[in-house]
């Protein structure tokens, strides 16, 4: 993949953000951008914050994705992050 954009979702779509990030975190697969749309979805249900404070993931964690409520967001991230024109 060369870019992982999440909606809001149950169950089944945090299982496969987590899967998709636990890889990204030990390296078993490339960092790509990695977008969460939606910011205050995923800030309501998940206290990311709350786990890095707690020791549950580490601080760094926290840069393997990006909240973004556009398409634009999403789009000015991922050409940021391949230098493409226009980012």
Known sequence: AKAIAVFPGGFGTMDEMFEALTLIQTKR???V???LFG???WNSIIHFDELARQG???PGDLD???FVDTAQEGWSLIAGHYDLPGA
């Open 56 to 58: 549950t993931i580490s």
């Open 33 to 35: 951008p990695f977008l």
């Open 39 to 41: 910011k205050a979805f």
């Open 64 to 66: 393997l994705f990006h």
């Open 29 to 31: 697969m490339e960092p």
